[in-house]
């Protein structure tokens, strides 16, 4: 029996790799959400916008999760794990055991109270109501979350400012040259930026930054972070620090594993500890411990990858955004290029903007040399 | 087998042709999902699959 706890992308991406490698023991999945499972990429523009219904979001079809053969236990989260036991206790007061544990939970956004932030469908419907009946919204965050609400709320009519304390949107994620192309391209459809100043509060008429300067807004949405959602294993005994610590092959301890954004493991070919928030990883951490519950005993070791979706830019990052930069294919006058960043004279990152397949077809290169990065950060996007 | 692509859903990652690329391409000027084999041959089932499991955008369906 294997119980996975988290039934969002990493979850799910777990189940189905087990039953492809040939595992047929009970699974049971324990969501803490009532849905089924489904994406959150599209939560913050296609659901948003409403040009999605919320079905639509959902990553399987009803045929597709009756196939994987396992136990779907949604609406109840987990408020305990005994590791040596092997147990896991709901809020319901079930206690599930199982041979095999994989950790999954996600992320917990940071928040304000009483001001909406996203990372439930059950939030981007909610904000997507709130939104329709604003008519001057402040978005407090400039990193992925952030530029998307934004960019999203633009283009379903409403005056949007922007504040965060970067110089520009994403300039962690995407470095300074394209994160300024990403401010030009909101500054273009309308939104307001009002960068490079910390957020001091909320207040009545709007949102305060520390240059004293209060920003007129009658919704405030907050995207300022997230964190790894561990609290409930405060008190379990695994090693937790910014997320759930784990070995090369991504196990937390004998039999528990992890994977997704909450899963930070030790990355053998980068030499350091590495935590991603992307969508990708998700999926691709998933196998990888799917593969090593069934004894495959191979370290993850991925290239990072994320994209996200603005007015029409489509921004793809594979690898690392490096200090030095080069546009390769198109030019940035037309807004579609490569850039690819080195770091010491090796290839460690590629973006496209507007040109995912060209960039893709560049990440092989990485794959060689990524060795020789370090990975301080990685941030996360889609 | 019989694999259908959602090209509105498609993000563009390109995961899928990396892992099977006899059975998907991207589109050249905006990167979205092609569909070069509705029906592979049984030995890259597998791989078919797992494609549509790591597609980041859930954007591939398999049915048998």
């Known amino acids: 029996m294997t119980l996975i706890v988290g039934a969002s992308a990493a979850g799910l991406a777990t189940a189905e790799a087990l039953r492809r490698k040939g595992y047929t023991d009970p699974l049971t999945i324990l969501g803490a959400e009532p849905h089924l499972p489904y994406d959150r990429p599209p939560l913050s523009k296609q659901v948003l916008s409403g040009s999605w219904e919320p079905a639509k979001a959902q990553l399987r079809s009803a045929e597709a999760l009756a196939a994987l053969d396992a136990s779907l236990v949604l609406g109840d989260p987990a408020v305990h794990l005994d590791v040596a036991e092997r147990a896991v206790h709901t809020a319901s007061g079930r206690v599930l055991k199982a041979e095999n544990i994989v950790l999954a939970t996600g992320l917990r956004p940071r928040t304000l109270p009483g001001q909406p932030t996203l990372r439930t469908l059950d939030d981007a419907l909610a904000l997507r109501g709130d939104l329709l009946k604003c008519s001057r919204a402040v978005v407090v965050g400039d990193g992925v979350l952030g530029a998307e609400i934004a960019a999203t709320a633009r283009q379903m009519g409403v005056q949007v400012t922007l504040a965060g304390p970067q110089q520009a949107p994403m300039a962690l994620q995407l470095g300074p040259v394209v994160a300024g192309l990403l401010g030009d391209l909101h500054t273009s459809h309308g939104v307001e930026l009002r960068l490079g100043a910390a957020v001091t509060g909320v207040e009545e008429s709007g949102v305060r930054l520390e240059t004293g300067e209060v920003l007129p807004a009658d919704l405030v949405v907050v995207a300022f972070g997230s964190a790894p959602a561990t609290e409930w294993l405060r008190d379990s005994g695994l090693r937790l620090d910014n997320g759930i610590v784990c070995d090369s092959r991504c196990r937390a301890a004998e039999g528990i594993y992890a994977a997704g954004d909450v899963a930070r493991w030790h990355h053998e070919t980068l030499g350091t500890s590495v935590r991603l928030e992307n969508r990708t990883n998700a999926t691709e951490q998933a196998i990888a411990v799917a593969g090593n519950i069934l004894g495959a005993d191979e370290p993850y070791t991925p290239v990072p990858y994320f994209w996200t979706d603005q007015f029409d830019a489509k921004i793809h990052v594979h690898g690392f955004i490096g200090p030095d930069v080069s546009i390769v294919e198109g030019s940035t006058a037309e807004r579609r290029f490569v850039a690819r960043y080195h770091r010491d004279g090796e290839l460690v990152g590629v973006l496209g903007w507007n040109m995912p397949k060209q960039a893709r077809l560049h990440r092989q290169e990485i794959t060689r040399s990524c060795r020789a990065t370090v990975a301080a950060s990685a941030p996360g996007g889609a | 087998m019989k694999i259908t692509v959602g090209q509105d859903k498609c993000c563009g990652a390109g995961?899928?042709?990396?892992?099977?690329?006899?059975?998907?391409?991207?589109?050249?000027?905006?990167?979205?999902?092609?569909?070069?084999?509705?029906?592979?041959?049984?030995?890259?089932?597998?791989?078919?699959?797992?494609?549509?499991?790591?597609?980041p955008a859930a954007a591939i369906a398999v049915s048998s």
């Open chain 2, 15 to 55: 995961t899928c042709v990396l892992l099977a690329p006899d059975v998907f391409d991207q589109r050249d000027e905006d990167g979205i999902v092609v569909l070069l084999d509705e029906a592979p041959p049984a030995e890259l089932h597998s791989l078919v699959h797992e494609a549509a499991s790591v597609c």
